[in-house]
């Protein structure tokens, strides 16, 4: 028989690694069919890498240590959830593939409440009728904003083509090239515009557009002038954007609603707090837009969701629409968000108790300090195994928000040898919790901007563990 064959023949049966007690634990908190299916899906990954290795590559005998281990994991791994926290040590603040902004332990009791009982979410206590799940934000966000009217939906792109459908389908709308653009690879604003039936027509150049390059693109078909706040990149140098007043002016003149698409959507002045200026909803309203779009979950620090703030008539027809229907929140987002809309009736209330704003505001000189500490620790407890500096950082606040603010922050350079800077980052997302690290010149960096005040200890622990797994040793001290 040849050396592949003996080695088939040589994996334990389904049904013995179903009663083997090396799998005992790893199996207990999983029902049988799942530990079956994990076991045989395991074992045909062997065997499939086996019958793809060159003859010579084959070892004499099955490695039984590295076939348990391997499904020892795999069995933990099933019996983890999917979704799950990671330590965001990247420095990008709103990083939307790590689910944006955390959310205020201000929301928490809320939410429970919410999520283990009955609530008003449609019922009106005074009346005893059916009510809106709407009103439980409007009057905050009027209170907050000095809006007429607010809508709240799925998310921000949710809301953008809402607007379109409601308020321009079938007709044109006019939009600057400069702003025609993709957040994040799932959302352009061509493609929306498509979906909602609304015509595109765009005007001026990438670089400059005039009042009057909208005004010559005007016509009887024309239902809306859109800007949009182009988020993740800035256009530099020869530029020209219209002024939202002079959109605004126009629209009057000719009967047009003038939509802005913010985007992030910060409620608060951040340049009191030293970050270049984003401009607020207020100023947007004030401004005299129709209609303001923004996010839940970028600088706002709430949950996802997409809030349509502006004239009682614009917003009165989009509740009106159908589709309204289909992008509404549910209780638990609804609840969240009025939990973190309270926050905002008291400034520096929602600076501490956001996170994400209280990341954005933090003095790198807290950061250094935090730095020192984090990295004299983990030098006390894995000096012998790891070297770790404090460097020098520029953090972001991302989500497509002020994409040209830097924050000044501070990480540690870590290296963990023999391991290559890419080894020790893919060695880091698979700790339990993963950790997320930037590399950059060949370096591990860890941000301290974006990590929350639990993730230090977590961090420390799940570093001692990756190398107590290196180096097998039973003596580092957790
Ligand atoms: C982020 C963003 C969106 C999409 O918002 P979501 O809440 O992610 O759906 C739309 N427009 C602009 C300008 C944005 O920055």
């Known amino acids: ?193 498509e979906v909602s039936g609304a015509i595109l027509r765009e005007v001026g150049t990438t670089n400059k557009t005039h009042l009057h390059d909208y005004e010559q693109a005007i016509t009887s078909e024309t239902a809306m002038l859109l800007k949009v706040h182009p988020s993740n990149f800035r256009i530099l140098g020869f530029t020209k954007e219209v002024p939202l007043p002079e959109l605004v002016e126009l629209g009057r003149r000719y009967g047009l609603v003038v939509v802005e698409d913010l985007g992030s959507g910060c409620l608060l002045d951040l340049s009191r707090h030293g970050i270049e200026k984003e401009p607020t909803v207020q100023e947007t309203l004030k401004a005299g837009a129709d209609l303001v779009l923004f996010s839940g979950d970028k600088l706002l620090g709430g949950p996802q969701a997409g809030l349509a703030l502006g004239s009682r008539d614009a917003v009165g027809r989009m509740r009106a629409n159908p589709l309204t229907r289909a992008l509404r929140p549910d209780k638990l987002t609804l609840t969240v968000m009025e939990a973190t809309l309270r926050l905002y009736l008291d400034e520096p209330k929602a600076v501490a108790a956001i996170p994400t704003l209280g990341m954005i505001t933090r003095p790198v000189a807290d950061l250094e300090r ?61 700790a339990q919790p993963p950790v997320i690290a930037r590399v950059e010149h060949d370096t591990v960096l860890l941000d301290l901007r974006t990590l929350l005040p639990e993730d230090q200890i977590e961090l420390a622990a799940a570093l001692g563990r990756l190398v107590a797994q290196m180096q097998g040793a039973g003596n580092i001290r957790e």
Request: aromatic share 2%; charged share 25%; glycine share 6%.
């Open 370 to 430: 935090q730095a020192q500490t984090l990295a004299r620790k983990l030098r006390r407890r894995l000096g012998e195994w790891i070297e770790v500096k404090v460097v020098p950082s520029q953090a972001q606040v991302g989500g497509g928000s002020l994409p040209l603010a830097s924050l000044p922050s501070r990480a540690l350079a870590l290296r963990v040898p023999p391991l290559a800077a890419h080894q020790l980052e893919a060695r880091l997302r698979q």
């Open 1 to 193: 028989m040849d050396r592949l064959s003996q080695l088939l023949r040589q994996l334990p049966a389904v049904d013995e690694l179903l009663r083997h007690p090396r799998l005992a634990a790893a199996r207990a908190p999983l029902p049988r069919s799942l530990v079956a299916a994990v076991v045989r899906r395991t074992l045909e990954g062997v065997r499939q890498r086996l019958k793809a290795a060159a003859p010579e590559d084959l070892p004499p005998r099955l490695d039984e240590e590295a076939l348990f281990g391997e499904l020892g994991q795999a069995l933990e791994a099933a019996a983890r959830p999917s979704l799950k926290r990671v330590i965001n040590a990247t420095g990008v603040i709103i990083h939307t593939n790590l689910g944006r902004s955390p959310l205020s332990t201000e929301c928490i009791r809320p939410l429970m409440e919410a999520a283990l009982h009955y609530t008003n979410l449609e019922y009106d206590l005074a009346r005893g009728a059916r009510g809106s799940r709407q009103d439980h934000l409007e009057g905050l966000l009027r209170e907050l904003t000095g809006a007429e009217a607010a809508l709240a939906v799925n998310n921000n792109a949710a809301a953008v083509l809402l607007a379109l459908h409601t308020l321009a389908r079938g007709k044109e709308v006019i939009i600057s090239r400069g702003q025609l653009v993709e957040i994040g690879g799932s959302f352009r604003m061509p493609e929306i515009m």
